[in-house]
């Protein structure tokens, strides 16, 4: 088959790291992956990204749904800076992208263009949706799952390849149960990505994260509204450098293993386990989002049976896919192996992989982060001191310096390396809110 030049569509890299030596006995293979996207590659017409047309950038669409209940009037420049950053994520669409604004309140409103349908980003349609910015008021409550709703018949409506939703709120989702949140974002799974932003100090840190987490976006705080501009900018220059969409982890393992577990581990943890879907024999797949040109990290462990001594398995085998609306995928032309192998050398077999060390620690940070905040809002400070003294350990051991930053505002450092810390006797809210909010970032390897 020729080959076709197809530009910015990225080649995509798999690359395993492990030690596939296992004592007599062992059954627990664990490896990490990393996925590599890198852009302006030249693929073959077989493995070439989905909805480019020849020549041109991926088709998109984005969805921007901005808080605008009465919270966002206090004070009254949160409002205007809200407005101020939505116009500056659509002076940042690409022309030909499909864009809509979603006004939130208790009930979600078509902003921009309205009529149920979206505009094609041009300087007239950029100019008349700023110009729609201006009717932004404040009033009303918080329903969050209606804001998605909308954005997913907007979005689902448009003939494109990468739908993507950015959500601003200030406030608790108090007019919607967190059960009718659940299934909305269930419902909105795997239809379109999504980043979501908390401003100010009132929010709750586990909804907005949740939003993200379920919709395969990110998640911040912008705790001062001065800085929503350059953060919504950044955000749209990301969606508008995405270039393939849906790209599926595909884990196959052979006759008697079992996937325990898959997770995403850098640029921040997101555990994908539970998300699996079959892809035939001794097949799953698992969700990993929109891609551009990016590096991502993956924790694969699997369950094998043990075999005799000298003896060598194939433990499982990752390739990159995009699932078809017929049920076929899309095999992206990268794949990695897992293996195993039992032997009786002890330095072999009681080594560990820098990776999957390294990870396993910063998947240890994060619960200690949580569990930290956790018990300090319980009131259980030797608790909260314990954990939070381990995650203060666990981040100065592995270079994580923006997590040891964080932390040390809500505690006093004696000493990092034993994890001695005393808890400040005041913390600003949003330094807890920032802390919590991105206890989940975590540090690539050193090399």
Not at 175 to 191: K, M, N
Not at 303 to 316: D, I, R, T
Request: charged fraction near 20%.
């Amino acid at each position: 088959m020729a080959n076709f030049a197809k530009p910015n569509v990225p080649r995509f890299s798999v690359d395993v790291y492990q030690n596939e030596y296992l004592p007599e006995g062992g059954s627990e293979v664990n490896a990490v992956v990393t996925v590599t996207a890198t852009g302006g590659g030249t693929l073959g017409s077989a493995v070439s990204a989905p909805g480019y047309a020849a020549g041109g950038p991926p088709s998109a669409a984005v969805a921007l749904m901005v808080d605008c209940s009465g919270s966002m009037d206090y004070p009254p420049t949160k409002m205007r800076n809200a407005r101020d950053a939505t116009a500056a994520a659509i002076d940042t669409l690409r022309d030909g992208t499909h864009f809509a604004v979603i006004g939130g309140t208790h009930v979600a409103k078509e902003v921009y263009p309205g009529s149920g349908r979206l505009a094609v980003a041009d300087a007239v349609t950029r100019d008349q949706a700023k110009q729609a910015l201006r009717r932004l008021s404040a009033g009303g409550g918080t329903a969050i799952g209606t804001w998605l709703r909308l954005a997913d018949r907007l979005l689902s409506a448009a003939d494109v390849t990468i739908r993507h939703g950015i959500l601003l709120t200030d406030g608790r989702n108090e007019h919607e149960s967190p059960e009718d949140l659940r299934a909305t974002l269930d419902a909105c799974a795997g239809r379109f990505t999504c980043d979501a932003r908390g401003v100010g100090t009132d929010w709750e840190v586990k909804e907005v994260t949740g939003v993200a987490s379920a919709l395969l976006g990110t998640a911040d705080i912008v705790a001062d509204p001065a800085g929503l501009a350059a953060d919504f900018t950044r955000m749209m220059e990301t969606a508008m450098g995405k270039e393939v969409a849906d790209v599926a982890l595909r884990v196959w393992t052979p006759l008697g293993a079992t996937i325990r577990f898959v997770k995403q581990v850098a640029p921040t943890m997101a555990d994908l386990t539970g998300r699996r879907t079959e892809a035939g024999p001794r097949a799953g797949d698992y969700p990993t989002g929109s891609w551009g040109d990016e590096s991502r990290d993956y924790h694969v462990c699997v369950a094998v049976p043990p075999a005799g001594l000298g003896q060598e398995m194939l433990a499982a085998r990752v390739s990159l896919v995009v699932p078809q609306p017929d049920g076929s995928a899309q095999n992206l032309g990268a794949q990695g192996l897992v293996r195993a192998m039992w032997t009786d050398d002890m330095a072999a077999s009681t080594s560990i992989s820098p990776q999957v060390a390294h990870y396993t620690g910063q998947a240890e940070l994060a619960q200690a982060i949580q569990q930290g905040l956790d018990l300090r809002k319980a009131g259980d400070f030797d608790g909260a001191t314990a954990k939070l003294g381990r995650a203060v350990q666990l981040a100065s051991a592995s270079g994580n310096a923006d997590t040891a930053k964080l932390l040390a505002k809500v505690v006093d450092v004696v000493d990092a390396a034993t994890g001695t810390v005393r808890l400040k006797t005041r913390v600003a809210e949003a330094d807890e809110m920032t802390l919590e909010t991105r206890s989940t970032k975590t540090v690539r390897v050193k090399k």
